[in-house]
């Protein structure tokens, strides 16, 4: 069940929310975590890009979160769907700088050899 959820809320983020600030940054869920009754859903979410307008796309999505229940309720199909603790997530980003470190430090050791 946690993977349909995120594959849902991944579409309606990426090809219905209409905010431009939510376009600007790569958007991505990268985990859900339900509750044992169904009833909330924590739900980490990656937005890659400049920290200013990560924090405007994060509000974003704050914003439409009731908008993006009432779509998860309709596309899966259930009366009740989970309430939405959106978490921003950045391990995809601390990922990102660590791969590079580790290319930088390479670089530097094939120079000295």
Known sequence: ???????????????????????????????VELSSD?????????????KSKQEEAFA??????????TELARSIKIKHAPELELRLDNSIEHGINISSLLDSIRKDEDKRD
């Open 60 to 69: 974003a999505l704050k914003n439409a979160r009731g908008y993006i229940r």
């Open 38 to 50: 169904l009833s909330h859903a924590r739900v980490n979410i990656s937005i890659l890009g400049e």
């Open 1 to 31: 069940m946690t993977e349909e959820i995120k594959r849902i809320l991944s579409r309606i983020i990426q090809e219905e929310i209409k905010d431009p600030r939510v376009g600007e940054g790569m958007v991505s869920v990268t985990r």
